[in-house]
């Protein structure tokens, strides 16, 4: 909202607010950085924002306060035609603007709004859309993925949206309007505002429904002009008023000195009850020079002598003090934003102030920060969603606190009924005098709790030092007097919720302290001493485990590897199985190289996940940069058994254990059925050859469907159905083939892989094979886990085998280091990290 440095005003500022009867705490300085203010009225009547009330939205509850039918709801079109001809029928159409929006689209959209009675039209899906918005339904959520409706710097950072892009649509619904308009032979929107008559049904609609054959729309589209001739159909009048008249432009001439030099003021001055939200506009005018900071306190200090209207010190800002010696209308306070507001009766009345209302209904509705202190009691609704304010009242009538989130209250005499209903945050104080309090407060929400927290006592007190001070209440300084006697009657209204917040901070605040004292403790001596200390201490007695975080000690080290009996490993394949492994292996002490014959480091990771479950940059490569720097060799276009220089006999000569690995790829999509009525995949077939024509060039593809059977031998093999032979016409073949199992070779040696080479044993399922826990194939020195030793299965799995298969090959590398060393290596078990799928 601050303007930028030259002056000029922020983009970023929103120009329209909403107000939704203070409920959502709205502050002077949110309403003064705005150009418009929409104040939503009757808001439980008509769940949801816009003209149109879709008719899911009218539950049972809402249907009778609508005196409506459950699940019907009410087309703009129809709210806007009667409330044009109702205004028109009055002869206050000419007084009003109408506005009307709920899913406004297209030029077409905006000529019905103003042939039935519009002049404004609100957009938002469809301006959304041309930024960028893909309808995910997640504006509350904070997690728009295209970085609209969110704070999320990261997902800001996705938003691709231009004010180009808004100005072109507008432009182009512009045009179609005026397209519209030329085929009416309007020239103006004011012209077409209200002329129902050149709306008319469309028959082809009503003939193809039955059910519409009877509708009667005529009312709909009865011009509002033949209403009631000769008064205006459009806004042609701008409504005074009266601000001029307002007291609070005498008191901004006489705070001058303040608002141009910060300087102290005192005015005193006479009000009535036709002076309503006194102080609002000074408070405008506060917070367009200083900002939401605003003066210091009591600045401003305006005496008023009197009965205040209604709203005195709305949205009241900090610096501003309001003394009122007399009494006052309702919403006393409303959205108080940082100012002071003291009420208190003529210094002459003779009546008590603690059994008389001082201040009407709805005193510091939606206050969000400021203090307030009333001589007196407050009418009903006292403090209804206070979410800040400090307020001292000596008693309340019924529904006190209602929805009350923050701030502190104190109550120095009865509540009405219903006290704390809604009640979710903040505290209040309760002068419990007849000890029946219990039974006029609401407790589905809050605690009712003795005051003896050292914090609670001191708060109380204060506050009510304070309103002694500014109101000189006889009740305040009677109870000031007695206090630790009274202090047994005082009620704590607690609400659960809050109450948890708060001994969580409290928690974390003391934990927070604590661990800063050991640091500075730790620092202040040799760190390093004290920490052997720690150990020893821990090994030779049967103290705890030491836990100690490194990188306070400020002696950290980057990741290394136990260095005894370094043993190479080649792993073949780069997969989460091979990744895992290779990076266990090295925790070891090994020397691992990882062989891909791919261009980039991942296997499935890297080529067959998507971006949106694992980022290629921020989660694969990182991984394998860091693994790079911890010492593991990553080899990239090494098709090992085939390219001469990874030949396996190099490799065998090279290694002490290898690792093949090899991944199969399983990423399907689900086709729409709404065209064609069922899923168009087939999957039972087997595709025999493509036919092609003379120049190659193919025309299709010959098929047949098969079958699962079991062979002689009892394996599961394709079996074709005769007869189910069929030519499927095609100008282009897309290859989307599964994998079966570890690549098979051919007879020649030149085509064989290494699996061939090595002679490795497969199992029924053609992959190979190596018992579980144990990792080890028929070949000594080669290993398999993984894909190709347990078949298609999730990446946890993968990354599960690897990790265990790397403990194996470790156990098999140092069986002969082990044997011979006096000292014990250091175990793999510790450096397994353990993974479930």
């Not at 709004?113 to 959304?128: D, I, K, Q, Y």
């Not at 290859?735 to 051919?746: C, I, K, R, V």
Request: proline letters at 4%; glycine letters at 10%.
């Amino acid at each position: 909202m601050e303007p930028l440095s030259d002056g000029s005003r922020n983009p970023k500022r929103s120009a329209i607010k909403q107000v939704a009867s203070g409920r959502f705490g709205v502050t002077s300085y949110y309403l003064t950085n705005a150009d418009e203010l929409q104040i939503k009225m009757a808001q439980g009547a008509k769940p949801g924002e816009g003209g149109e009330l879709p008719g899911h939205k009218v539950i049972d509850d809402i249907a009778v306060t609508r005196n409506s039918t459950a699940g019907v709801g009410l087309p703009w079109e129809l709210g806007l035609a009667e409330t044009h001809q109702t205004l028109v029928a009055n002869d206050l159409r000419g007084r009003t603007v109408l506005q009307t929006d709920g899913q406004l689209k297209t030029g077409r959209d905006v000529a019905i709004a103003a042939l039935l009675g519009a002049e404004e039209f609100g957009f938002s899906t469809a301006p959304l859309i041309t930024l960028g918005c893909i309808m995910m339904r997640k504006c509350h959520k904070n997690t728009c993925p295209v970085g609209i409706a969110t704070q999320d710097p990261v997902l800001r950072e996705k938003f691709a949206g231009e004010p180009e892009h808004v100005i072109n649509f507008f432009f182009m619904l512009a045009e179609e309007v005026r397209e519209i308009m030329s085929q009416l032979g309007f020239r103006t929107i004011n012209e077409m505002v209200g002329r129902a008559d050149m709306l008319e049904i469309d028959k082809k609609v009503t003939k193809g429904n039955e059910k519409l054959g009877n509708i009667d729309l005529s009312l709909l589209l009865r011009p509002a002009a033949d209403i009631r001739p000769g008064v205006a159909q459009y806004c042609i009048q701008k409504q005074d008023h009266g601000l001029e008249m307002a007291l609070d432009q005498d008191l901004i001439t006489s705070s001058k000195a303040a608002l141009e030099k910060g300087l102290p003021v005192y005015v005193e001055t006479p009000i009535r009850n036709v002076n309503r939200a006194v102080g609002t506009m000074l408070s405008h005018e506060v917070t367009k020079q200083y900002q939401l900071k605003g003066l210091p306190s009591d600045t401003i200090h305006i005496k008023l002598v009197g009965s205040a209207g209604q709203s005195l010190g709305a949205f009241l800002c900090p610096g501003i003090t309001l003394e009122l010696e007399g009494d006052s209308n309702d919403y006393v306070g409303k959205g108080l934003s940082g100012g002071k507001i003291v009420v208190y009766p003529p210094r002459e009345s003779q009546f008590d102030p603690s059994e008389n209302i001082v201040v009407g209904n709805v005193a510091l509705y939606g206050a969000t920060s400021g203090e307030a202190y009333f001589n007196g009691m407050a009418a009903e609704r006292f403090c209804v969603r206070n979410s800040g304010a400090r307020a001292v009242v000596e008693g309340v009538g019924d529904h006190g606190c209602e929805y009350m989130t923050g701030g502190t209250v104190v109550i120095l005499g009865k509540t009405g009924r219903n006290f704390a209903a809604g009640m979710s945050g903040g505290i209040a104080y309760v002068f419990d005098v007849d000890g029946m309090f219990h039974t006029r407060c609401n407790p589905e929400l809050v605690d009712l709790e003795k005051i003896e927290d050292e914090d609670d006592i001191t708060t109380l007190r204060m506050m009510i030092q304070q309103h002694q001070r500014h109101t000189s209440s006889v009740l305040a300084r009677e109870v000031l007097s007695n206090f630790d006697s009274l202090l047994p009657k005082f009620v704590k209204v607690f609400p659960r919720d809050y109450k948890r917040v708060v001994q969580n901070l409290k928690i974390e605040q003391e934990a927070k302290e604590s661990e800063e004292q050991e640091e500075k403790e730790l620092m202040e001596k040799d760190a390093f001493e004290e920490l052997k200390k720690m150990a020893a201490a821990s090994l030779n007695g049967k103290g705890s485990k030491v836990y100690m975080i490194i990188g306070r000690a400020r002696f950290a080290t980057p990741p290394g590897t136990v260095p005894y009996g370094r043993k190479r490993v080649a792993i073949v394949g780069s997969g989460p199985a091979g990744l895992a492994a290779a990076d266990q292996l090295n925790k070891m002490g090994h020397l691992v190289t990882v062989y891909e014959r791919a261009d980039r480091i991942g296997g499935l990771m890297m080529y067959g996940v998507p971006n949106m479950k694992a980022d290629k940059v921020d989660v694969v490569q990182r991984r394998v940069d860091l693994m790079t720097r911890e010492g593991v060799n990553f080899m990239v276009n090494a098709n090992v058994g085939v390219d001469p220089m990874y030949s396996l006999n190099h490799l065998r000569a090279e290694n002490d254990a290898i690792w093949p690995r090899i991944f199969r790829v399983d990423y399907g999509h689900q086709e729409a059925s709404a065209k064609f009525g069922k899923d168009p995949r087939s999957y039972e077939v087997l595709t025999k050859r493509f036919v092609g024509d003379e120049s190659g060039v193919v025309k299709g593809l010959e098929v047949v469907r098969v079958h699962w059977a079991k062979d002689s031998s009892g394996k599961f093999q394709f079996e074709e159905i005769k007869g189910s032979e069929e030519t499927i016409e095609a100008d282009l073949v897309l290859l989307a083939m599964g994998f079966l199992g570890p690549e098979w070779g051919t007879n020649s040696c030149s085509q064989q892989t290494i699996a061939d080479q090595l002679g490795m044993e497969r199992d029924n399922r053609s992959n190979f094979k190596a018992q579980y826990g144990r990792f080890s194939t028929s070949v000594d020195g080669v290993f398999a886990a993984g894909d190709c030793r347990r078949g298609q299965s999730l990446v946890v799995w993968a990354i599960n085998e690897g990790r265990q298969a790397a403990s194996q090959v470790d156990e098999y590398l140092m069986k002969d280091v082990n044997t011979c060393s006096k000292e014990k290596p250091v175990s793999s078990e510790d450096l397994v990290h353990r993974v479930t799928a």
